[in-house]
């Protein structure tokens, strides 16, 4: 711990600066700033900050490049902002994360947000870093153990996968982040809040999280009042301390909430540098935004640790077509899909099993665990064509072996899929071949008792017997 003080106070001591880079503001336009002075010195996505008369400042980025002039994006409302105000160009788009960060809650630009002094590490890392190169990374590694029955069986997660968690508002997806958080095999769980209302981020750390979930987390949190810019960077702030702790050989558990409001804080800064809506309201680069943040997760390269990725996306209306659910599919390794009908009949989480699929299968399991898989899918989508009927009272039991038997299985193994495991796979999968052989048992039981007992008859005598007897 000693050793990482010092060298964070040395970081920090790097980045003082004696001279810095000053421009003036020229104009202010529907909330960008124009900045005279820097155009031989500045990058795009470099950050900026803005010296006010009164005293405050307000930092920025640069978003757009001029000949005579810059465009800056400021962070905060441009209230207060006069002509003639001093900009200084500070340093590029990058962050510095440590091991010290680990158990604190950061903001997107490195600050710490619980009040206790957080120092910078060593080596900064682009926002914005290439994924490992595709002939180096390695295949998916293990399946995991998740803390949870339906993903230790029926929808695996292994190292190094990224699955997408589809649901609408209030339908449980957090809560699932959540308990996946403090149960899930990692190493150390970096989790991106973006746009979460204020008081969740208390509430969260403190009581779904708790002590023992923070022992190995960083939360990069940037609220719903932020400006976009500080939203849209809250993702790529995350992926990036994610990718410092696989550098170090570590498995990192990387969590998202959500990619939606992500996606949506850069419609917001790609409009105001000039990009045309027209991809259903998101710009055209919003399709390779989401792609490159995906592509950086995943497995790593020979000597490095994984990051495996797990990305809420808000479907409004529950409409799986629209854009970033669209591109999210495209790009993931499997999806989740939360029904709410499900959680309003009480069942949580409210996987709706039939509609989620784990591209970790078949290879993430034994051909003997495969087939169990199989059973009982067959068996709950044999009862979900047919339950209208059933509950309709217009089903006559015999009329189907398989629909029997899912009946008599189904509400077993819809409680089986809200269950928590705290004992591993193998007794999650030891649980599942039990459910579904007390249901086969069950139905020959019932067929058993339903067959008609045969009438005793007196024997017939065979034919030549009988002629010799009318014979005589």
Known sequence: MHNDNVAGLRAEIATLRAVRNVGRIC???????????????????????????DGNTIGGEVLRLGMDAIVMLPDAAADGISLGDRVALLDANTISPSHSWIGRVVDPYGQPLDGEPLLR?????????????PATRRPLGERLETG???????????????????????????????????HMEADVVVIAMVGERGRELREFVDNVLGPEG?????VIAATSDRSPLVRRRCA?????????????????????????????AHREVAVAAGEIP???????????????????????AQGSGDITALLSVLVAGSDMDEPVSDILRGVLDGHVILDRQIAERGRYPAIDLLRSVSRSLPAAASADEN????????????????????????YSEGSDP???????????????????????????????????????????????????????????????????????
Request: aromatic fraction near 6%.
């Open 27 to 53: 104009a202010v336009e529907g909330g960008l700033l124009h900045v005279r002075g820097l155009g031989a010195s500045a990058k795009l996505g470099d950050q900026l900050r803005v010296y006010r008369r």
């Open 121 to 133: 590490g060593e080596q900064d890392r682009p926002l914005c870093a290439d994924p490992p190169a």
């Open 148 to 182: 949870m029955a339906i993903f230790n069986t029926m929808l695996p997660i292994v190292r190094g996968q990224r699955v997408g968690l589809f649901a609408g508002s209030g339908v449980g997806k957090s809560s699932l982040l959540a308990h996946l958080a403090k």
């Open 214 to 218: 923070m022992k190995r987390a960083v």
């Open 236 to 264: 790529w702030t995350a992926m990036s301390v994610a990718e410092y702790f696989r550098d170090q050989g570590l498995h990192v558990l990387f969590l998202a909430d959500s990619i939606t409001r992500f996606a949506e």
């Open 278 to 300: 027209s991809l259903r309201g998101y710009p055209p680069s919003t399709a390779h935004m989401i792609m490159s943040l995906c592509e950086r997760a995943g497995p790593g």
């Open 371 to 394: 087939t169990t898989i199989s059973e009982a899918r067959q068996l709950l989508g044999a009862y979900h064509q047919s339950e209208m009927m059933i509950r309709a009272g217009l």
């Open 402 to 472: 398989l629909l029997d038997r899912a009946i008599n299985i189904n509400s077993d193994l819809d409680a089986y899929l809200a269950e928590s495991e705290t004992q591993g796979i193998e007794n999650s999968f030891a649980r599942l071949k039990l459910i579904l052989r007390r249901a086969g048992a069950n139905r020959a039981a019932t067929m058993r008792q339903a067959a008609p007992e045969r009438p005793r008859t007196a024997p017939v005598a065979p034919p030549n017997q009988l002629g010799t007897l009318q014979r005589g």
